[in-house]
């Protein structure tokens, strides 16, 4: 095996130094067969794999092997030269090859002026057609391929800060979009070679004539119809065994370049959307029939006309066939699957109902992958906090608007939102500048405006600075952001159980310590839940029952252990909301107001506090929280241990995202900045 990758990695440099042989040294006329013939069948094999290819990044070799079989085709264009003009006049017509002279006499048929119409007819085709057409191709595609890329990388920045894909998928789609537009430049300056290799055999062949014309002449002493017979002849073979791979290279050119990216090939693909309608067939059918009363043949418009409409026919019918076997095969399900009254008793902990023009999204070929989308999210709300996410029951609503989806947690509605599948959702930077057209909306992860927009717009949007979803990442986007949001409610009996068994194997001394000794699984449960509801992950959950088998035989108040906790991640804690310089900026609470709430909390349970008192402290900790929510940054009140929890079931209703804090979860490597302090005097004066 080793031996034989080297032999591989020796090939092309012994290629390299064997076409340099070639140009300086006289080749035998059956080693020139031989390669002539090679050459030939190296373009019918590129050309097949170009046909076959579903996305052009499968054929990526194809520029650099376009400059090789280039450069052969150069080399080998010299390398006959020599023999017609060396060898002409002893050899006659076999002084190239039997290849060049068989083409040669295949083409002009006896005659030469035939001969050479035909051929420059060839030659203009291959130069004027395939040629300009190939390289014009790929100048666009290279162009349009440079300019979508800073959109391509912000699209993907763009899902992996939404987490719709996680960091390995956005390497990969990275290099997978740098490879393209790499592919697309590297054949703008291949497709170069393709016409400069036309032209280079033009020029070769009217050597070929007049070089030939001048020795066969002048130093072999041909008469004029001789030498015009011999040398236009063996010029007409050498072109036309050099045009013909070249032809069939410059064609696969524009058959890669011109591919996107498919789930099939070319082949499957022509007959797919060429002969899936039966209208164009029938109109063809209707014109073939009218041509029959000229003086066209009648055989032939007769045959194609009637295996157009034949076929116009039978895909007329096809899809009456499959309508007649649903209807046939509907009613018999009930009996073949019995549906006992309790099956209806059974409520999915969540569900996605999708309008009618949303059922699409939902299948698994699409382009976006819902049910693809959907995994990743769970695999993400895994990875973040540490609950496994139940499985999605999707299904269509009829009662809801085409373009209209809603979300169920146990059987209730907790959102809904509207979806369009032929537009994007485009995001703004700044939530109160609307600089794009569109269907307002919402970001259903951030809560900033966006606008649903036209995929004809993607570059504009891009251009100032929109981030771009799919409609089916904006869906999953969705279902992210609500499992965040009620994951403690997504966190069952069965779901606890599940966690825990898992940790079991890995980790059982820990599992059997705490349950069912000292907590039922029921106060884990109840624990974990609280976690949950605050944002903090149960991803360590082996340090989480570590923490609660050291505490639960001094109290079994939830509140109390979640508060133990809590300072056990404090690491995790402060590392969700201090910035890259380990600086965390709160609101704190004045210690005589902190003892005030203190006294007014009773042990175990909220104490009765005033509601003016209450209106006053949510107004004065909303108004010391804004400067943090202006800057973008996360809205910390951090108070004493004793009333973090109570005051926070207090305040965090009325406030939104207010995130409160204790003193012991502050790591000591936590630099706190205080921007305010609520005191009873400014209660007092508010």
Known sequence: MLALTRWKDLMLPLAVVASVLVLLVPLPTALMDLLLIANMALAIIVLLQAINIRTPLEFSIFPSLLLITTTCRLVLNVATTRLILGQAPEDQLLAAGQVIFAFGEFVTGGDVAVGATIFLIIAVIQFVVITKGANRISEVAARFALDGLPG????????????????????????????????????????????????????????????????????????????????????????????????????????????????????????????????????????????????????????????CAGLAWVLIRQPSQESTSTIKTAPATPHNRSQRIEDYLTVDPLELELGLGLVALARSDHHAGLLSRISQVRQQVASEIGIVLPGVRIRDNLGLPPQSYRFKIGGSEVARGTVYPDKLLAVGRQPDVQLITGELAEDPQSGQTAVWIEHSQRSQATTWGYRLLEPVAALATHLKSLALQHADELLTRDATSHLINELRKTSPVVVDELIPGLMKLSAVQQVLQLLLREGITIRPLETVLETLADHAVETSDPMQLVEQVRQRLSRTICDRYRDEKQRMSVVTLDPGLEDLLVSDFRAGEMGDVEPEFLDQLCQQLTESVAPLVSAGKPPLLLVQTTVRSRLRNLVVGRIPGLVVLSYDEITPDTWVESIDSVSTETLIAA
């Open 152 to 307: 391509h990388q912000m699209a993907i920045d763009a899902d992996l800060q939404a987490g719709i894909i996680d960091e390995h998928d956005a390497v990969r789609q990275r290099e997978k979009v740098t490879r393209q537009a790499d592919f697309y430049g590297t054949m703008d300056g291949a497709s170069k070679f393709v016409r400069g290799d036309a032209i280079a055999g033009m020029v070769i062949i009217a050597v070929n004539i007049v070089g030939g014309l001048l020795i066969g002449i002048f130093r072999a002493g041909l008469a004029p119809a001789d030498a015009i017979g011999l040398y236009v002849k063996l010029a007409i073979g050498d072109g036309l065994v050099s045009q013909l791979p070249a032809y069939l290279i410059s064609l696969a050119a524009g058959l890669i370049v011109t591919r996107s990216t498919q789930s099939s090939n070319l082949p499957a693909q022509l007959l797919q959307q060429l002969f899936s309608r039966p209208r164009p067939l029938a109109i063809a059918a209707c014109f073939l029939g009218v041509l029959l009363f000229t003086d066209l043949p009648v055989l032939p418009l007769l045959a194609l006309g009637t295996g």
